[in-house]
């Protein structure tokens, strides 16, 4: 597709279920980000991928949250024994360029967006 | 650590005025610096970056941002708004040389009166 594509777009779900979310970025880019944006709040980094590779998952708030991107192409994030804490829009975003000094456009593209409730 | 403060979170101004978002980062060096919109239904776009160079920068829809170093912001500007312009914004900072693990503001949510 044309941009960065998420689903599902919206996910109710009760606690303590398992929830994955799916990201299919812009064909090419090899760089790819989760972001979770709270109500409110601006969007707050998760985790990112470049290649197959979780370059950087500092941002994942525990290990009930989990990311996979195998083939350098789609990604799903993976929340397990979901909490009410949980409830945010997550992001995804995709770049062309890693992000080293001569090749970082600066720019993200962003999905949508998975909006998750768990009640 | 890198942080952003967008002290304004509603703004409500009238089509064709001015308009200025406020944005203040902390950061140890000269940081990149970006604007983004969040308009209903859709994702976050770029409005426009500051890496270097001119502290002038113009972006899409008629927007511009100025970054002063003295002062630690990266103020967003607009001469005249459009009803269009209704959205959410978030100023955002990123490390030089580093991949795009952007630190965002809390956003201003801008309305536009006819």
């Known amino acids: 597709g044309a941009g960065v594509s998420q689903t599902p777009s919206n996910k109710v779900t009760e606690k303590g279920k398992y929830v994955e979310l799916r990201c299919d970025p812009i064909?090419?880019?090899?760089?790819l980000y989760w972001y979770r944006q709270s109500l409110g709040q601006g969007p707050e980094f998760l985790i990112y991928?470049?290649?197959?590779?979780?370059?950087?998952d500092s941002g994942l708030p525990n290990d009930r949250f989990f990311a996979v991107r195998p083939e350098g192409s789609v990604s799903t994030l993976k929340i397990q024994r979901t909490e009410r804490g949980d409830s945010a829009v997550y992001l995804c975003?995709?770049?062309?360029?890693?992000?080293?000094?001569?090749?970082?456009?600066?720019?993200?593209?962003f999905g949508e967006g998975s909006r998750l409730t768990v009640l | 650590a890198q942080s952003v403060t967008q002290p304004d979170i509603h703004i409500t101004v009238s089509e064709g005025a001015s308009l200025e978002l406020r944005c203040n980062y902390s950061?140890?060096?000269?940081?990149?610096l970006f604007w983004y919109v969040q308009s209903p239904g859709q994702g976050l776009q770029l409005l426009l970056k500051?890496?270097?160079?001119?502290?002038l920068v113009q972006g899409i829809k008629g927007f511009e941002a100025e970054f002063k170093r003295s002062q630690s912001s990266f103020n967003l500007r607009k001469p005249s708004v459009h009803w269009s312009d209704a959205a959410e914004y978030f100023c955002a900072v990123g490390a030089p040389g580093g991949y795009n693990k952007l630190i965002f503001g809390a956003g201003t949510r801008l309305a536009v009166h006819p």
């Open positions: 500051y890496f270097s160079g001119d502290t």
């Open positions: 064909s090419g880019h090899t760089a």
């Open positions: 991928f470049q290649g197959t590779g979780a370059a950087d």
């Open positions: 975003a995709s770049s062309l360029h890693t992000g080293t000094r001569t090749g970082n456009t600066g720019e993200l593209f």
């Open positions: 950061y140890g060096a000269t940081p990149y």
